[in-house]
C-alpha cells in the first residue's frame, strides 16, 4: 500500500510554469516506478511521465521538451516540473504508481492554463 498525495496546480498563463508535487507514503518508495497522469474535461486519462527506480524517465510526446519528471527518494516525493504551459494542458493532474497489478492514485490537482 502506497498513499500519494499531489500539490502544486493553479491557474496559469500560456507559456507559464508550474511544478507540481506527489508525496508518497510507504517505505518502497525507492524502488517504485512513478507516474504522471492527466485528465482534460471531458476526455480520458493520459499517462503523461514516468520515471524509474534509477529515474530513467518517457514522456508523452504531447509533453516531451516541456515538462520534466524528477524525484527525490530522501523526501518520498516525486514531481512534474511544467514548463512553456499551453491551453491544451489544462487537467485534472494525477501521481500513480502500480504495485502488484494494483493501481494506487492520489487525489489530483487541478492545472488550467488560460489568457
Known amino acids: 500500500q502506497v498513499q500519494l498525495e499531489e500539490s502544486g496546480g493553479g491557474l496559469v498563463q500560456p507559456g507559464g510554469s508550474l511544478r507540481l508535487s506527489c508525496a508518497a507514503s510507504g517505505d518502497f518508495f525507492s524502488i517504485l516506478i512513478l507516474n504522471w497522469y492527466r485528465q482534460p474535461p471531458g476526455k480520458q486519462r493520459e499517462l503523461v511521465a514516468t520515471i524509474s527506480e534509477d529515474a530513467d524517465t518517457n514522456y508523452a510526446d504531447s509533453v516531451k521538451g516541456r515538462f520534466t519528471i524528477s524525484r527525490d527518494n530522501a523526501k518520498n516525493t516525486v514531481y512534474l516540473q511544467m514548463n512553456s504551459l499551453k491551453p491544451e494542458d489544462t487537467a485534472v493532474y494525477y501521481c500513480?504508481?502500480?504495485?502488484?497489478?494494483?493501481?494506487?492514485w492520489g487525489q489530483g490537482t487541478q492545472v488550467t492554463v488560460s489568457s
Open positions: 500513480n504508481t502500480v504495485i502488484l497489478g494494483v493501481h494506487s
